[in-house]
Nanobody, 124 residues
Framework: EVQLVESGGGSVQAGGSLRLSCVISGDTSKDNCVGWFRQTPGKEREGVAS????????AYADSVKGRFTISQDYAKNTVYLQMNSLKPEDTAMYYC??????????????????WGQGTQVTVS
């Protein structure tokens, strides 16, 4: 069983920063893809950033490139999403997810079987 717990969400003003954390536990391999996704009511879930834990390669959605950074603390089984220069359109529920990683980091939600409960980010 794989468990993911997100934290770090909150309310900030436009231009501000937040850092989200995703702690992963359970039966996972040493080479996973961990992705951050976001969703607002009535919209499809959007892949924001992904990291391959075995090697650290990353991928980002165009909408967040240059503003968001995904990173990991391998020893703590934790993946972070540093979000800078936040905009109101970044407001969403943010989820982390994990899957096996055959071909590198990925932003397609259907390829991730394990998900956390989400943390809300509100930018005003």
């Amino acid at each position: 069983e794989v468990q993911l717990v997100e934290s770090g969400g909150g309310s900030v003003q436009a231009g501000g920063s937040l850092r989200l954390s995703c702690v992963i536990s359970g039966d996972t391999s040493k080479d996973n893809c961990v992705g951050w996704f976001r969703q607002t009511p009535g919209k499809e879930r959007e892949g924001v950033a992904s990291i391959r834990t075995g090697g650290g390669t990353t991928a980002y959605a165009d909408s967040v490139k240059g503003r968001f950074t995904i990173s990991q603390d391998y020893a703590k089984n934790t993946v972070y999403l540093q979000m800078n220069s936040l905009k109101p359109e970044d407001t969403a529920m943010y989820y982390c997810a994990v899957s096996l990683c055959w071909f590198g980091p990925k932003l397609v939600d259907l390829e991730y079987p394990y998900w956390g409960q989400g943390t809300q980010v509100t930018v005003s």
